[in-house]
């Protein structure tokens, strides 16, 4: 999502009058050259009540140095305070995305991609120890031009291993993720109101 094309009503944006809070998109893309249909997916653990002030998030994209500024990376962000417990997709070796649970009223948010069990195994991990003590470390594995994520843990240190990425509980976080790469770091853009021009409502 460019953020140029955001405020010169590039998009249109629909809000869904529907009890819940959104987790995550789907889309289809055959073989062509336009995605055909998206969906969203949804839990339904609260009821928002009033008009919601639509924002979206503008940050640049990484720079990939041997893949170039062009590497067809999808952002995420979350903020990894007050949390309950986490749930990790894996394929394979590769853990594509991250589950995070609140206490309180926080909506789940979803880090990375995230698959159902037809195509990929979530596991569960609660959180023990209080969050002043510990973060999350990702851990990279590197091969040719790309690097993707291998493993994600808990722990109270940060390691010093070159292809390990440590974030304490407290920051908030971006996963860019694409088909050959994951790159994850802290958040460093900025949460912008929508145009009310481009917003349609949900009429059903």
Not at 70 to 85: D, E, P, Q
Not at 107 to 114: C, I, R
Request: aromatic letters at 12%; one cysteine or more; hydrophobic letters at 35%.
């Amino acid at each position: 999502m460019l953020p140029q094309y955001v405020m010169d009503d590039q998009y249109k944006w629909i809000l869904l009058k529907r009890p819940g809070s959104i987790t995550g998109f789907y889309f289809e893309w055959p073989k062509s050259v336009v995605v055909m249909r998206i969906g969203v997916t949804r839990e339904n653990n609260s009821v928002g009540t009033g008009s919601p002030n639509l924002v979206f998030t503008a940050c640049g994209a990484p720079y990939l140095p041997k893949v170039g500024p062009n590497a067809g990376l999808f952002m995420s962000v979350a903020n990894l305070s007050n949390l309950r417990k986490i749930e990790i997709c894996r394929i394979g070796i590769r853990c594509t995305g991250l589950k995070l649970y609140y206490d309180l009223q926080t909506p789940t948010a979803v880090l990375g991609q995230w698959y159902t069990t037809e195509f990929s195994e979530h596991v569960s991990i609660p959180i023990i120890n209080g969050p002043n003590t510990m973060g999350i470390c990702f851990k990279f594995s590197k091969s040719s031009d790309h690097q993707v994520v291998t493993d994600i843990s808990f722990t109270a240190n940060k390691s010093d291993d070159y292809n390990s990425s440590y974030f304490g509980f407290g920051e908030t976080i971006t996963w860019w993720f694409s088909k050959s790469d994951d790159v994850i770091c802290l958040w460093n853009g900025n949460v912008l109101p929508v145009p009310k021009r481009s917003i349609i409502n949900d009429k059903k």
